[in-house]
């Protein structure tokens, strides 16, 4: 099974997964988290803030990032991950492609059709949890919100199988994607 976290900066993905990783009821579905390092990635291209890069800085990430998941996901099999392609996209529609179409669509399709090989998307909106600065992401919340409302476009438009996380308690979280996941499995 290959499960995918999808939302936007600061929504708690990844700190979901962490307290999911640490219940004895996640490891029953056996899989490894499979995180793309965006903060190693930026640091090997010289950047450490995404508010501090040109435009042209912040495709040449993406397509590293894009890169990296890639090689990453296509060795494994069961493993779940705090960010899809549909993510990648996503960024990439809104502020990376800076109007450059033959290259835009090209990342859009694999991004589209790299999607599929998940199971499930867990989709998680922005505003459900406060905004937290950690150095690296971008503090622009406008941005942040049109690219999580992006990311529910690719969602639906898509036709992905995804159930949205819509609580703010961490335990009531975790519960709603164990009772999924097994629903799923």
Known sequence: MKIAFTGASSTGKTTLIKELISDPKFKDFNLVHLPTDARKILNSLGHK????MTAKDTRQFQIHYHREKTNLELR???FITDRSYVDIASYWQIRDNNGILASSDEMLQECK???NIYDHHFYFPTGIIPFEDDGYRSIDLELNNKIGD?????LLGWNLQFSTIEIKNIDDRKKLVLDILKEIS
């Open 76 to 78: 494994a099999s069961n």
């Open 113 to 115: 059709n790299s999607s």
């Open 49 to 52: 803030s995404m508010d501090l």
């Open 150 to 154: 992006q990311i529910l476009q690719n």
